[in-house]
C-alpha cells in the first residue's frame, strides 16, 4: 500500500488557502484595528478572539453538516468564494461599522469550510497512510503562511503607523485562495477517491485493523485513566496556543511599538519561524520515531518557553539575535504541531476520529479566544513588554499538563523522509 502523493498535495491546497487567509489575519488585521480605526489594544483582544468564538460553534457545525451531506466539497467551494469576496471587500470599507460588519461576514465565510477541508483527508486515505498524508497537509498549511509572509514583505513597505494601502495583500491572498481551490476541484474526484479509501479500509485483515482502531468501542466511555489524559493533553493544547497566539497575533503591533519596525520587518520574523518550523519537520520526525510523540513535544515546549523567555529578556529593541530565536521557536513549535493531534487521534476509535478531532479544535479554538483578550489587556494596561513573559508562563504550563499524560504516546519503527514529517504507530 502506498500514499498517493501527487492526490493528497491536491486535496492539501484547500488547507495551503486556509494557511494562507489566517497569516494575513493575524498579521494585518490589529494592525488596522489600531492605526486606521484607533482600536484599542485591549479592544482590539476582544475583536481579535471573535474568529475562535466562531469557529467554536461553527467547526463542529459545519464538519456534522458535511458528513450528514456525505461531500466536503460543496462547503469547501461556497466557503471559499464567499471568503475572496470579502477578503478584498475588506480593502473598500470606509467606516469602522462597515469593516467590522463584512469582518465578521468573512470569519463565518471562513467557518463554515475549515472543518470539511480538513475532513476531506481522512475521507480519501486508507487508515495506515492518514498519517504520512498528514504530514504533506501539515507542510502545505505552512507554506501558505510563508507565502502570505512574504508578499507581505514584498507588498507592504511603509510603517503601519502610516497606514498603508493593503489592498495589494489582499488580493494576492485572495487570488492564491481562489486558484488554489479550484485546482483542487478540478483535479479530485470526491466521490471516487472515498470509495477507493472505503474499499482498502474493508479489505484490512483483523490485525492490520486493530494495528490502526483502537480498542475502544465507539459511542463508549474512555476508561478513567484514559479520560485523564485526554484531558491533560487538551489541557496542554489550550496552554501553549495561549502562549504561541499572543505573540503571532500581536508582534507585527510589538514590532512597531518596541522596535519602529514596519510590517515587512515583523513579518520577516514570522517568516523565519516558519521556515524553521517546515526545515525542522523530518529530523523531528526523526527524533519522534526514536523517543516518542510525548517526549519530542516536551522537548519543543521546553524550547519554545525558553525562547519566549531569551526574548522577554533581550527583545525589548531589535537584536539579529532574534533571528536564530525564531528559527528555534519554528523548531519548537513543528515539534508540539506535529505530534499534538495524533496524541488526540490516539485515544479515539476510527470511528470517532471527528468527534475527537473536534475536541481538539474546541480547546485550540477555546484558547485562541482567550489569549488576544487577556494579552491584550496586559499590553494595553502594563505595556507592550508584557508579551514575551506572558507567552514564557502560558507555554511553561503546557510542559507541566503534558508531563502528567500517560496515553497517547506511541514510537513508530523508523520511517522514510517523507512520513518523518508526521508520525504514525
Known amino acids: 500500500m502506498k500514499l498517493n502523493n501527487k492526490r493528497t498535495v491536491l486535496i492539501g491546497l484547500a488547507f495551503f488557502s486556509i494557511c494562507a487567509f489566517w497569516q494575513m489575519y493575524d498579521n494585518i488585521i490589529p494592525l488596522i484595528l489600531k492605526y486606521r480605526y484607533g482600536i484599542s489594544d485591549g479592544a482590539s483582544g476582544y475583536i481579535m478572539a471573535l474568529d475562535n468564538v466562531l469557529a467554536v460553534f461553527l467547526l463542529p457545525v459545519f464538519g456534522t453538516l458535511s458528513d450528514k451531506k456525505g461531500s466536503r466539497m460543496p462547503f469547501i467551494l461556497l466557503g471559499t468564494a464567499a471568503a475572496v469576496i470579502l477578503t478584498v471587500g475588506l480593502s473598500f470599507a470606509k467606516s469602522f461599522s462597515v469593516f467590522f460588519i463584512m469582518l465578521g461576514l468573512l470569519l463565518i465565510a471562513m467557518g463554515t469550510y475549515r472543518s470539511p477541508a480538513v475532513a476531506l483527508m481522512p475521507d480519501v486515505t486508507p487508515k495506515p497512510l492518514r498519517s504520512k498524508a498528514n504530514a504533506i497537509i501539515n507542510l502545505m498549511g505552512a507554506l501558505g503562511g510563508v507565502y502570505t509572509l512574504a508578499m507581505t ?28 481551490v479550484i485546482a483542487m476541484r478540478a483535479t479530485t474526484n470526491e466521490q471516487k477517491f472515498k470509495a477507493e479509501a472505503a474499499a482498502i479500509n474493508d479489505a484490512l485483515d483483523a490485525e492490520t485493523a486493530a494495528k490502526y482502531d483502537e480498542p475502544i468501542g465507539t459511542g463508549h466511555k474512555l476508561p478513567k485513566d484514559m479520560f485523564r ?14 502562549g504561541y497566539n499572543a505573540v ?28 524553521g518550523a517546515v526545515v525542522s519537520y523530518i529530523p523531528i520526525g526523526a527524533l519522534a520515531s526514536k523517543i516518542g510523540r510525548k517526549r519530542t513535544i516536551l522537548i519543543g515546549v521546553a524550547v519554545l518557553a525558553g525562547c519566549f523567555l531569551l526574548a522577554a529578556l533581550i527583545a525589548s529593541t531589535f537584536s539579529p539575535i532574534l533571528y536564530v530565536v525564531f528559527v528555534l521557536v519554528g523548531f519548537a513549535w513543528a515539534a508540539i ?29 477555546a484558547a485562541q479566544i482567550l489569549t488576544p483578550i487577556l494579552s491584550g489587556q496586559l499590553l494595553q494596561h502594563v505595556g507592550y513588554h508584557t508579551l514575551f513573559p506572558y507567552a514564557a508562563v502560558m507555554v511553561a504550563l503546557s510542559f507541566v499538563t503534558m508531563l502528567l499524560t500517560r496515553h497517547g504516546d506511541s514510537k513508530p519503527e523508523k520511517k522514510d523522509k517523507l512520513e518523518a514529517f508526521d508520525v504514525e504507530d
Do not use: H
Not at 153 to 179: E, R
Not at 354 to 359: A, L
Open 153 to 180: 514583505g514584498v507588498l507592504i513597505k511603509s510603517n503601519a503607523a502610516d497606514n498603508p494601502s493593503y489592498l495589494p495583500l489582499f488580493v494576492a491572498v485572495a487570488g492564491l485562495m481562489a486558484v488554489s
Open 248 to 275: 503571532t497575533t500581536a508582534f507585527s503591533r510589538y514590532a512597531t511599538e518596541m522596535w519602529g519596525q514596519n510590517v515587512s520587518g515583523a513579518s520577516t520574523c514570522l517568516m523565519i519561524a516558519t521556515v
Open 337 to 365: 504541531n506535529v505530534n499534538s493531534y495524533p496524541m488526540v487521534v490516539e485515544i479515539s476509535t476510527g470511528a470517532d476520529v471527528g468527534k475527537y478531532t473536534g475536541y481538539y479544535y474546541t480547546f485550540s479554538m
Open 229 to 242: 489524559s485526554l484531558m491533560l493533553i487538551l489541557f496542554s493544547v489550550a496552554f501553549w496556543y495561549m
